[in-house]
């Protein structure tokens, strides 16, 4: 059975369009990517309230933060590569010190950004918008899950990061589902108790996938679906250290600082003694090349994790 | 082919000259469609209104040497607005850095030539960029170490137009002229274009002359596309004294395929079959204009 697919990022777009309505103080910044990042659908819109800030991501980050300042609910958008790090003084003094209202919401994250290779492949978003003190981390995995965290996003006050790739994903959610997420709650996406699989972003569907091919070796993999890696839903991480013998966390980021490293930080100060595995980018930069081909280079494809998995229950 | 050793090797009659550069420049253009067109992806708007600029530094005035990648005497090239890789590897390939077979595993998994270039591993890449906005500042790095080692050599660097949104290219500008910079050519790639639209709609950069002018830069102005032109120009920065110098090359995004030519919508979008076939169709038929056929 073929998958839908929907891109996250037009769910974006067409999210922020309601939002508009709904709030007349919601107002959006892009940096020169508004067609890449479907901010364009809101500029459309609502011209007034959409700010074209050029090629000048420091700029757009300060600027948001200054509208925020004023009452305003601030989102700003660009690449996850450009949104970080190339801007982090900005995000840590302006919005995370500051605690200012604004949302940046990345897209093009991680390794599936394929062709463009590795200076536009952001694997390091997670980590370094995770050590920032108030600063909330998502990274939904599919269209349906973006809309809703989208509106999570404008509605509680405080500084927030998002990111999704750039590709269509699979849904996993159906339109309407998903009406009582909460930040800072992962989702059992599937059960199972022999293993348990935390992924994030599009790792949730590969992750998924993982759990038909280990299912038709009789294991049985619980999926849990961690859309907000900070604060991360740590009650969940120890019922599943408990619950089954094994856990693997799955990311499109580096194993360093993302979601690997935040399930291991839990796992450790409870003294918990579950076999654990990180799977993500081992500490290096991608390349370019098809997505598909990218993930099974390495190490990400859904073969490679039921390996892995099949290994940690031996 | 013109020397890509040191200077100018081949002793050509002017017309000679300027003739052989356009051809070239034609065959880079062909390189850069079928390489995007292999690669279903990559930026053929500013690949393609890059090329005469960087076909004279390569092909006519700079010193430089394939064989010796590494040599300290080179003169320096970097491309800030890195999107226009395909230009820079065609013209490096040409000129013998590495095996033109390469261009056609453009952005391909376990190849060479990365969508954006990276020095590591790319023979004949200064500096690795994509995240726009930081050449300059690179530039100035090299030419401050070509300072401080007494050495001959220029840096030329070439910025989008849109790049110089960036905050840090006006950092660098100040660098540059506060440190008399004058082995440091800007070439500026002005298109009038970004990804969102025309520069001047995105975000105003007009007087780009006198920005430049009052970062205390020498600033002159050409048509980008004529060999003539930018030849005399370099020739002007590189005499020049106590200043960096900023040429700004007026040019048209997509130029040589002509509805590529000022269409926003080919800054990176690849042709599709029909558009590869309409555009090496053109380009051959500028070449046999060019040739006199
Ligand atoms: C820091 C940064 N922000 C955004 C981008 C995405 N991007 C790639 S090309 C481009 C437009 C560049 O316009 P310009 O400098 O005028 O280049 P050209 O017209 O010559 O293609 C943008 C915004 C980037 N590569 N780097
Ligand atoms: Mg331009």
Same mark, same amino acid.
């Given at each position: 059975m073929s998958k839908v697919m929907e891109n996250p990022r037009s769910a974006y777009g067409e999210t922020l369009v309601e939002l508009g309505k709904k709030y007349p103080n919601l107002v959006v910044l892009d940096a020169d990517l508004s067609k890449s990042t479907k901010t364009i659908m809101f500029a459309k819109r609502y011209p007034d309230r959409?700010?074209?800030? @050029?090629?000048?991501e420091a700029n757009m980050i300060s600027t948001a933060a200054g509208l925020a300042s004023c009452g305003k609910i601030s989102f700003a958008s660009t690449f996850a590569v450009f949104a970080t790090g190339r801007v982090y003084d900005q995000i840590r003094m302006d919005i995370a010190y500051s605690n200012a209202n604004v949302k940046i919401f990345a897209t093009h994250g991680g390794i599936s950004v394929g062709k463009d290779g590795a200076s536009h492949q952001m694997i390091e978003d997670i980590a370094l918008m995770r050590v920032l003190p108030n600063m909330v981390v998502f990274a939904p995995s599919d269209a349906t899950q973006t809309r809703r965290i989208v509106e999570r996003m404008a509605t509680k006050y405080g500084p927030m990061y998002a990111r999704v790739g750039r590709a269509s994903a699979p849904l996993i959610y159906k339109k309407d589902d998903l009406k009582d997420i909460k930040i800072g709650k992962g989702i059992t996406t599937k059960d199972g108790d022999d293993i348990s699989i935390i992924a994030c972003g599009t790792m949730v569907d590969y992750a998924l996938d993982t759990r038909k091919l280990l299912s038709k070796e009789g294991i049985k993999a619980r999926v849990i679906d961690m859309h907000t890696i900070k604060p991360i839903d740590k009650k969940l991480v120890l019922k599943c250290a408990k619950e089954t013998n094994a856990m693997l966390t799955a990311e499109?980021?580096? !194993?360093? #600082? @993302?979601l690997g490293s935040a399930v291991s930080e839990i796992l450790a100060e409870k003294g918990c003694s579950c076999k654990f595995r990180r799977m993500g980018i081992q500490d290096m930069f991608c390349e370019s090349g098809e997505p598909k081909d990218l993930f099974a280079k390495y190490g990400l494809s859904a073969y490679h994790i039921a390996k892995t998995a099949k290994e940690l229950l031996k | 082919m013109l020397s890509t050793g040191w200077g100018i090797t081949l002793k050509l009659h002017n017309d000679e000259l300027i003739k052989k550069l356009n051809l070239t420049a034609v065959k880079i253009r062909r390189h850069i469609i079928e390489m995007l067109y292999k690669a279903k992806s990559g930026h053929p708007g500013g690949s393609l209104s890059a090329v005469d600029a960087i076909v004279t530094l390569y092909f006519y005035h700079m010193r430089h040497n394939a064989k010796k990648p590494d040599d300290l005497d080179r003169d320096r090239f970097i491309l800030s607005k890195g999107h226009a890789a395909p230009t820079l590897y065609a013209v490096l390939a040409e000129c @013998?850095?590495?095996? !033109?077979?390469?261009l056609k595993r453009l952005r391909e998994i376990n190849c060479m030539l990365q969508g954006h270039p990276v020095c590591q591993h790319i023979p004949g890449i200064e500096a690795s960029t @994509?995240?726009? #906005?930081?050449g300059l500042s690179f530039a100035n790095g090299v030419a401050l170490a070509g300072k401080l080692d007494k050495k001959e050599y220029n840096v030329y660097v070439m910025l989008g137009d849109g790049e110089t949104d960036e905050g840090q290219i006006w950092e660098a500008a100040a660098a540059a002229s506060h440190y008399k910079l004058n082995n440091l050519t800007g070439l500026l790639d002005r298109n009038f274009l970004q990804i969102d639209g025309n520069t001047e709609d995105v975000l105003r950069l007009e007087s780009v002359r006198e920005r430049w002018s009052s970062f205390g830069w020498n600033v002159i102005e050409i048509d980008g596309h004529d060999i003539q032109q930018i030849i005399d120009a370099l020739h002007e920065a590189d005499e020049r004294e106590n200043q960096p110098t900023m040429i700004i090359l007026i040019t048209v995004k997509g130029k040589g395929v002509s509805f590529m030519e000022n269409n926003v919508d080919f800054h990176g979008v690849p042709p599709n079959e029909l558009e590869y076939k309409l555009a090496i169709r053109e380009l051959d038929t500028l070449q046999r204009k060019l040739e006199g056929i």
């Open positions: 959409f700010f074209e800030m @050029g090629i000048a499109e980021h580096s !194993v360093i #600082g @993302g | @013998g850095y590495f095996d !033109v077979k390469e @994509g995240s726009l #906005g930081h």
